[in-house]
């Protein structure tokens, strides 16, 4: 499966963005999906993860309550809305994707996504 992550941009502390990312070439529905971001000079990092029917989602303790992940199987697109943005936001912004036959699987290990896009820039000003 291809990835193509977009939505990323320069937005205040307080602001919203909403990433998108759409997905080719295999059942969509398949597939569990997931958001990781990486800062300057860090490791990427999990932000949330969303199962394969969307019944199910995950989210790192630093954006419980102002992020939120959809996704819309028609589109074949999977969504990141921001709310409440902070500095410590900025990263750059990736889309992974594994195969799975469980409907519930969450995850939230790098190592565990076979299917990366190539990243969205999020910058928040202060």
Same mark, same amino acid.
């Given at each position: 499966?291809?990835?193509?992550?977009?939505? #990323?941009?320069?937005? /205040? @502390?307080? +602001?919203?963005? =909403?990433?998108?990312? !759409? %997905?080719?070439? &295999? $059942?969509?529905?398949?597939?569990?999906? #997931?958001?990781?971001? /990486? @800062?300057? +000079?860090?490791? =990427?990092?999990?932000? !949330? %993860?969303?199962? &394969? $029917?969307?019944?199910?989602?995950?989210?790192?303790?630093?954006?419980?309550?102002?992020?939120?992940?959809?996704?819309?199987? !028609?589109?074949?697109?999977?969504?990141?809305?921001?709310?409440?943005?902070?500095?410590?936001?900025?990263?750059?912004?990736?889309?992974?994707?594994?195969?799975?036959?469980?409907?519930?699987?969450?995850?939230?290990?790098?190592?565990?996504?076979?299917?990366?896009?190539?990243?969205?820039?999020?910058?928040?000003?202060?």
């Amino acid at each position: 499966v291809q990835l193509q992550a977009y939505g #990323g941009g320069l937005v /205040q @502390a307080g +602001g919203s963005l =909403r990433l998108s990312c !759409a %997905a080719s070439g &295999r $059942t969509f529905g398949d597939y569990t999906m #997931g958001w990781f971001r /990486q @800062a300057p +000079g860090r490791e =990427r990092s999990f932000v !949330a %993860a969303i199962s &394969r $029917t969307g019944s199910t989602t995950y989210y790192a303790d630093s954006v419980k309550g102002r992020f939120a992940i959809s996704r819309d199987n !028609a589109k074949n697109t999977v969504y990141l809305q921001m709310n409440s943005l902070k500095p410590e936001d900025t990263a750059v912004y990736f889309c992974a994707a594994d195969y799975t036959r469980y409907e519930d699987a969450v995850l939230m290990h790098t190592r565990s996504y076979d299917y990366w896009g190539q990243g969205t820039q999020v910058t928040v000003s202060s």
